[in-house]
């Protein structure tokens, strides 16, 4: 299964940021709508909030929206990169013109299919408007352009020696799912339907041919699913690196506001920090970590070996 190399886009996309950023000339999160809307104006001009423009108004939903945002990313457990807080707001997003379009470089197309003509347009166009719709009714979080699916909370100890609570993410699944969903299993069960058909469940079937055809299928489809929905291995943001951390393994990444480890790498598709990153993988919906690494690998044994059974079941029964 070939890589997906996740490329960083072009340093115009991006708005570098440090702890100590003054993020006046941007947005700041301490900045108001109201003060966002009078820095768009040059000095003797009169405020469109003077003259008469509503709360209410395209300016004014575009620069709270944008407020919401950057406070999100910044107040953010996890080290994720600067998206809609909501898969409802990734709604309004793509359906609102007003709205600033400075996340442009995070996730499969964030203006969808307007790019039709680049020669860079992602071949998943449109999986994260899918998502915005469906998860934004069915009320599941997200995390960067993850979907959490369940999550939970656990008692840790901080470093303060203080017991705390914290956010465990049980299930998640990648903004490729609906390659998963509607590509990738739908493929794997009517290639395994036509064997089973042709050459398992026929007279006089063979048991030894059945019991491997039944544990190569079993094997690939729970591989898939524990590779697609088990948590990557999404990184907690670090405002400062670990104690005791002599080494310098801990880097500064202004793309997520926190100190990634070596090894730890953020992928542009899930706009996530992915410790162990490996490839992003649209035929399994997500990212490949370390906590999933291991899935995958089973996975790809069990799909070439699947495929290598079924063409034989197939081709020796049209024979």
């Not at 491997?212 to 400062?240: A, M, N, Q």
Request: with cysteine; glycine share 6%.
């Amino acid at each position: 299964m070939p890589k997906k190399n996740v490329n960083d886009p072009p340093k115009s996309e991006l708005k570098p940021l440090t702890a100590d950023t003054d993020l006046s000339s941007d947005l700041s999160a301490n900045e108001t709508p109201s003060q966002f809307i009078d820095s768009c104006n040059p000095k003797g001009q009169t405020s469109p909030l003077d003259s008469g423009i509503s709360q209410s108004s395209p300016l004014s939903i575009a620069a709270t929206a944008r407020v919401n945002r950057v406070n999100h990313w910044r107040n953010h457990e996890f080290a994720v990169g600067l998206v809609e807080p909501t898969w409802a707001d990734e709604i309004n997003r793509s359906t609102h013109s007003d709205y600033d379009s400075d996340t442009e470089a995070n996730g499969p197309n964030r203006e969808c299919c307007s790019d039709a003509g680049n020669k860079e347009m992602d071949p998943t166009c449109g999986c994260l408007a899918i998502t915005g719709h469906v998860c934004g009714k069915l009320g599941y979080r997200r995390i960067g352009n993850m979907v959490v699916l369940r999550e939970g909370y656990e008692e840790i100890v901080n470093s303060k020696g203080e017991h705390v609570r914290r956010r465990k993410i049980s299930m998640v699944v990648g903004p490729y799912w609906p390659m998963l969903v509607f590509v990738t299993y739908p493929l794997i069960l009517f290639v395994s339907f036509c064997a089973a058909v042709k050459g398992v469940f026929i007279v006089n079937f063979n048991p030894l041919v059945v019991c491997s055809w039944t544990i190569l299928t079993t094997g690939l489809v729970v591989s898939l699913f524990f590779t697609s929905c088990t948590d990557p291995g999404i990184l907690r943001k670090h405002e400062e690196p670990p104690k005791g951390d002599s080494s310098g393994r801990w880097r500064w990444n202004d793309r997520v506001q926190s100190y990634v480890p070596t090894g730890a790498v953020y992928d542009i598709d899930c706009a996530v920090v992915v410790e162990g990153f490996d490839h992003t993988c649209p035929w399994t919906g997500t990212a490949i970590g370390k906590n999933n690494m291991i899935y995958f690998q089973a996975f790809i044994f069990f799909l070439f070996s699947s495929l290598i059974l079924d063409v034989i079941l197939i081709t020796s029964a049209s024979i």
